[in-house]
């Protein structure tokens, strides 16, 4: 979490003050702790229990200690993370609203589909 500074998704740049993202407060979650480097890696955890209730606490305590309007997936293992947690019957509610979205980085990604596909 960053206290409500301003920053990108990549967490190096500031906003100008002048704009709305500078005086929003928001918080950016990884789906593992720690980095993984390629989807296969990340997909060997998607699901492992451990890993999910680790996880599971840091969104029951951001969910019971602030108000989360809105949750935005960024690629499948987020989709996967946030339905897991979501599902969960001991897991704390969440009624805010929801979207998933393509990793930023699925255009260079080997299941993009080879016509869109980037060179990484």
Do not use: C
Request: glycine share 6%.
């Amino acid at each position: 979490m960053n206290g409500g500074r301003s920053s990108t998704a990549a967490g190096s740049t500031a906003a100008p003050a002048s704009s709305s993202w500078a005086r929003t407060r928001y918080v950016l979650i990884n789906t593992y702790l720690y980095s993984v480097y390629g989807q296969h890696a990340g997909n060997a955890h998607a699901k492992d229990p451990a890993v999910a209730r680790h996880r599971h606490r840091w969104l029951d305590t951001l969910v019971t200690h602030n108000q989360i309007e809105a949750v935005v997936a960024l690629g499948g293992l987020a989709n996967t993370a946030f339905h897991t947690w979501r599902n969960d019957p001991s897991s704390t509610p969440y009624n805010g609203a929801y979207e998933h979205i393509l990793h930023p980085t699925y255009p260079t990604a080997p299941q993009a589909p080879a016509p869109t596909r980037r060179p990484p």
